[in-house]
């Protein structure tokens, strides 16, 4: 990372830090205010403006565990949603079925979603491209398959109420409480991505995915770092799921489909795979862009053709702006971000 004028790295611990300069914390101060006083700002702190929110950073925990998988590893995972409804439903049923505590459901519901995660992550030590894709793609249908046939445990169809959070005395069960929950979940998990992305690890995820056969050759174990990222990835998945189901309240697996898991992709390929901020962007962005075009819906049916339904000129508008993306920047909205900060620290030379 460039520094400004005057600002050296003087040993390795300053080197690896991620915020640097006294600018940075004085900016990331300011962020946590504005997440933590969120609620109280008129008009974002409304029901459905922190509904959005909530929603919006649970994507985030998903797509930055898809991010390790297959934005670092580059191992393309189309079966993203079905592990966060088994994180959802792991953290449900204890919750309703064995009276847990959230706080001890939760990290069992990502503990056993990463070891779903490393079953279905086997095939990846044989497989790569469309034969992988197939694979996760198999993973999806299998898991919801499973997960409605069995409604003793998890209701079938009809889905399954979750009881709510508790602390002490207080009750997680509104829009505020629930945001408060996700959003320190959202930044504890960008916390942990960025710091993976910066390990040896993250380092032999990275050459995996640019050529595993160059990287098996510098001695990178290809078994057990392909197996760390299905892990690590499903284990962000269960962690989404779990926060989802606390914030719903009631779950289904229509809650958990293939479009889903299409979407996750969708957000990363915006925001610009490999990158935590780019996941974070992509999510939101997506999401801004969904609630924009639920908005315009009824003004779009009235200029568009008859034949077009309100229902479909959502999904159009989404895999458009996804091949404009693909065309004009394939790095997503991280690269954008990336050249608007080098100019702003080399204006008023030109870049």
Not at 266 to 271: Q, T
Request: charged share 10%; proline share 3%.
């Amino acid at each position: 990372m460039r520094l400004p004028s005057g600002i050296y790295n003087v040993n390795y611990a300053k080197d690896m830090a991620i915020i640097r300069t006294g600018t940075q914390w004085m900016l990331f101060c300011a962020f946590m205010l504005f997440l933590f006083t969120l609620p109280l700002i008129p008009g974002l702190g409304s029901r459905y403006s922190l509904g959005m929110v909530n929603v919006a950073l649970i994507y985030v925990v998903a797509v930055l565990g898809l991010n390790i998988l297959t934005g670092l590893c580059g191992q393309i995972s189309m079966g993203h949603a079905a592990f966060m409804a088994f994180g959802a439903y792991t953290s449900a049923i204890l919750m309703a079925k064995l009276h847990f505590a959230f706080w001890i459901s939760a990290p069992i519901a990502i503990l056993f979603t990463a070891m779903i995660g490393l079953i279905f992550g086997l095939p990846a030590l044989r497989l790569k491209g469309l034969y992988l894709i197939m694979s996760t793609l198999a993973a999806q249908f299998i898991i919801t398959y499973t997960l409605v046939h069995i409604p003793a445990l998890t209701g079938g169809g009809e889905g399954m109420i979750v009881p709510p959070a508790q602390l002490g005395d207080i009750t997680i069960d509104t829009v505020n409480s629930n945001y408060y929950l996700i959003m320190i979940s959202a930044v504890l998990a960008t916390f942990i991505a960025f710091n993976i992305s910066r390990s040896q690890m993250g380092r032999a995820f990275m050459a995996i995915r640019d050529n595993d056969i160059a990287a098996e050759v510098m001695g990178i174990n290809l078994t057990k770092y392909k197996l760390m990222a299905f892990t690590i990835g499903c284990a962000f998945a269960g962690w989404a799921g779990a926060l989802w189901a606390n914030n719903s309240q009631a779950i289904s697996s229509e809650q958990f489909t293939l479009m889903n898991s299409l979407w996750f992709l969708g957000m990363l390929i915006v925001g610009g795979q490999g990158s935590v901020v780019g996941a974070v962007l992509g999510v939101f962005f997506i999401r801004f862009l969904f609630e924009l075009v639920t908005i315009l819906a009824p003004f779009l049916s009235e200029i568009l053709p008859g034949s077009v339904s309100i229902g479909s000129i959502g999904q159009i508008i989404f895999g458009l702006v996804i091949i404009l993306f693909l065309i004009f920047e394939p790095r997503g909205l991280n690269h954008r971000w990336l050249i608007l900060k080098a100019y702003y620290r080399l204006w008023p030379f030109a870049h």
